[in-house]
């Protein structure tokens, strides 16, 4: 089984997508902000969802679609999150204590973040934040106020 995510980029909507062995779709939840019957309904729509997981892979790399599609890490510890993030600055013990403190889905949303942050940093000419300070201003929510 793998997993996936669908981020709404205007709102806090997700849609999370597991497909089988095959790369058959097999199971969909909704989360974030309270769906309304009539966005469940357009998503519902021929074309709207990934039906397969080659299908996922087409949407990972379309940037200009509503949503961000991306593959839900699994590995959820600090030591992943310490060699994902660039900039290896600050107390390693202190960070450590805030990713610990995280809830699963924030931790999958901060990993989810972390190449976007480096994007827009580099795209603004601005530093990247202390890791410890990435996780406790809680960084991949920004982008959502």
Same mark, same amino acid.
């Given at each position: 089984?793998?997993?996936?995510?669908a981020?709404h980029?205007?709102?806090?909507?997700?849609?999370?997508?597991?497909y089988?062995?095959?790369?058959?779709l097999?199971?969909?939840?909704?989360?974030?902000e309270?769906?309304?019957? $009539?966005t469940?309904?357009?998503?519902?729509q021929?074309?709207?969802l990934?039906?397969?997981?080659?299908?996922i892979?087409?949407?990972? $790399?379309?940037?200009?679609?509503e949503?961000?599609?991306?593959?839900i890490?699994?590995?959820l %510890?600090?030591s992943?999150?310490?060699n994902?993030?660039?900039?290896?600055?600050?107390?390693?013990? %202190?960070?450590?204590?805030?990713?610990?403190?995280?809830?699963?889905a $924030?931790?999958?949303?901060?990993?989810?973040?972390?190449?976007?942050?480096?994007?827009?940093k580099?795209?603004?000419?601005t530093a990247?934040?202390?890791?410890?300070?990435?996780i406790?201003?809680k960084y991949w929510l920004?982008e959502?106020k």
């Open positions: 089984m793998k997993n996936y995510v981020i980029k205007k709102s806090d909507h997700k849609i999370n997508l597991t089988d062995t095959f790369g058959v097999v199971k969909i939840e909704f989360s974030g309270r769906w309304k019957p $009539e469940i309904n357009w998503i519902f021929p074309g709207r990934p039906l397969s997981e080659s299908e892979w087409h949407r990972i $790399e379309n940037k200009a679609l949503f961000d599609y991306m593959e890490p699994t590995d %510890s600090f992943n999150f310490w994902l993030f660039a900039n290896k600055k600050g107390k390693i013990p %202190s960070a450590q204590r805030y990713w610990e403190k995280l809830t699963d $924030e931790k999958i949303e901060a990993l989810l973040y972390i190449p976007k942050l480096h994007v827009q580099k795209a603004d000419g990247l934040p202390y890791p410890q300070t990435y406790s201003g920004a959502k």
